[in-house]
């Protein structure tokens, strides 16, 4: 690139992933790497004239004027082909200036993905450790990929069968940098990296494998290495829930030993495979066993899939009303998206959502429900139909600094009023980050909407961390509805929640009523509102407006 000393020339240059370096208020393109201009088609000097928003499809290039889109999205080239990409967002330096620089990964080819991710990330961090070092920093002491994976097959060599490799991460470091900043997250990575140094000691080793992954590698007996696990997770469990404004950062390990022929590779992938397994099985520890590997190619498969799907419309929504538990007149309902694939018909949520919410596409999804509910609003409104519609908020659109003004624009542009909406956020969620999400929700009270705790009772917070939510409706667990008349410990959850409730003014909706008898019941308990099969499946959108008077004219 045109300056020795920008990140670009230590780094970003040479990767074969294009690479922009832009102004980072206007988002005029200042330089670019050969593999832009490859990839791309433009010529050096016609990049120079360009903005980020100029290799967007014209039709998006309004929506995102005031910054760069997040989750999957289309860049267009000079020849009119459309890339599907994701893209790693860091600072730069430019002629002595702070810049930004984005580093753009074709994610078409979803078998790429992960290769390419991990050498951008790799440069990335190389590129900071030389920055640092020319700003007279020093760059903090690492034991690199190469040498890690040298070690581990030394050890294999000489141990055979007593080696153990494990794979530690950072859960939640992107949030943290979003909405605190990298400096934060970085000082995480490098506290953690010095307690696993500390549990090391002398007989084991520790790596940084990518930002916020660390393998640590050394000798010993079955009983020994879960001694090592034990250590490792209560060294860094506390200090992971540090209360940097309350941001909870999680960990995941991953445990892997040899089997005959094996290699260092090998077992930092499977290592790694494990910890993602484990945190899927909602554990923070996960031993690797073959099949995972089969199921890692069946959920690469599933995400390529999905990435596809939002992009070719291949999301749908249903609606399922919500009624008053004494007249059974529909007073809301709620939006429920359905993923139409081509090979495996309609999915639910159950299916897709956990997968959304760890890789980002959550985002898009949630773009997508926000803009069909609040259609679907001004439609029965339309319609003179006084039912407000209820949609589900992710974690990480909650922490978004931009949720709160996207959620003003959607609204503005189908002209919705806010009284017309209510957003159902989980109790996890919720607590994920108590300030944030009290700031965010007092905010978006502000503005007219409702707010519903969807799933009570399901997500372990306390009743102390809950009252700081201000919120509207509560809604309890399909779990203790289904075993109400048998259960005791049901029994009494749904009628402390729905004493709760009067006490405080909210209202209490029950969900997953199935029976007659489940309906009698609640009504006798105090519920104020039911949702259920009993009263209505999920039905599309057509079908929904319809039930209120099939003589109105329904698109």
Not at 65 to 82: D, E, N, S, V, Y
Not at 177 to 183: A, E, L, P, V
Not at 238 to 259: D, E, T, W
Request: aromatic share 6%; hydrophobic share 40%.
């Amino acid at each position: 690139m045109k300056e020795p000393q920008d990140r670009c020339s230590v780094g970003l240059s040479l990767l074969p992933l294009p690479v922009f370096v832009y102004h980072p208020k206007t988002l005029a393109i200042l330089d670019v790497n050969a593999a832009a201009v490859e990839r791309y088609g433009y010529t050096f000097e016609q990049f120079s004239s360009m903005s980020l928003h100029d290799v967007r499809p014209p039709g998006e290039r309004r929506r995102h004027r005031r910054g760069l889109p997040r989750g999957p999205l289309q860049h267009h080239t000079a020849h009119g082909q459309t890339l599907l990409v994701e893209t790693i967002v860091t600072e730069a330096s430019h002629a002595g200036r702070r810049a930004g620089a984005m580093i753009v990964v074709d994610v078409s080819e979803r078998s790429r993905l992960e290769a390419l991710l991990e050498e951008a990330e790799c440069a990335l961090r190389e590129a900071e450790a030389r920055l640092r070092d020319l700003e007279g920093k020093d760059a903090r002491p690492r034991t690199g990929r190469a040498a890690m994976e040298r070690r581990v097959d030394a050890l294999l060599a000489e141990r055979g069968e007593d080696v153990f490799v494990l794979f530690v991460l950072l859960d939640g470091l992107d949030i943290v940098s979003d909405t605190i900043g990298y400096s934060v997250s970085d000082r995480l990575v490098e506290e953690a990296e010095g307690l696993l140094r500390d549990v090391a000691g002398e007989r084991m080793a520790v790596g940084e494998w990518r930002y916020g992954q660390f393998v640590v590698s050394g000798c010993a007996t079955a009983h020994d290495v879960d001694d090592v696990v034990a250590r490792v997770e209560s060294a860094l469990r506390a200090p992971m829930q540090h209360h940097y404004r309350n941001k909870h950062v999680g960990i995941r390990i991953g445990v892997a030993s040899p089997a005959a022929g094996s290699q260092a590779e090998d077992l930092i992938r499977q290592a790694s495979l494990a910890a993602h397994h484990g945190a899927g099985n909602g554990s923070v520890v996960g031993r690797f066993e073959p099949g995972m590997e089969a199921g890692l190619r069946s959920r690469l498969a599933l995400e390529h899939a999905l990435h596809l799907g939002i992009e070719g419309g291949e999301l749908g929504f249903y609606v399922q009303p919500i009624v008053d538990a004494h007249t059974e007149r529909v007073i809301s309902a709620e939006v429920l998206v359905r993923w139409n694939t081509p090979t495996h018909g309609v999915l639910t949520p159950a299916s897709f959502i956990e997968m959304a919410e760890t890789t980002g596409l959550i985002v898009p999804i949630g773009e997508y429900v926000l803009n069909e509910t609040c259609a679907l609003a001004k439609e029965c409104e339309r319609l003179h139909i006084d039912v407000p519609i209820a949609m589900n908020v992710s974690a990480r659109e909650l922490t978004s600094k931009t949720f709160l003004s996207d959620v003003r624009n959607t609204m503005a542009h189908h002209a919705v009023q806010p009284s017309q909406l209510i957003f159902e956020l989980t109790e996890s969620a919720l607590m994920s980050d108590v300030p944030a999400a009290s700031k965010m929700l007092s905010d978006l009270r502000d503005t007219g909407l409702r707010i519903a705790i969807d799933d009570f009772g399901t997500g372990y917070s306390s009743l102390s961390r809950l009252k700081h939510i201000d919120f509207d409706i509560l809604k309890i667990d399909c779990s203790f509805v289904q075993d109400y008349a048998r259960s005791a410990m049901d029994r009494a959850i749904v009628e402390s929640a729905t004493a709760l409730g009067k006490n405080v003014g909210l209202e209490v909706v029950a969900e997953g009523v199935e029976t007659v008898e489940q309906a009698d019941a609640l009504r006798a308990a105090g519920v104020t509102a039911m949702q259920g099969f009993y009263f209505a499946r999920p039905m599309p959108r057509a079908e929904f407006l319809r039930s209120f008077d099939t003589t109105r004219d329904i698109a």
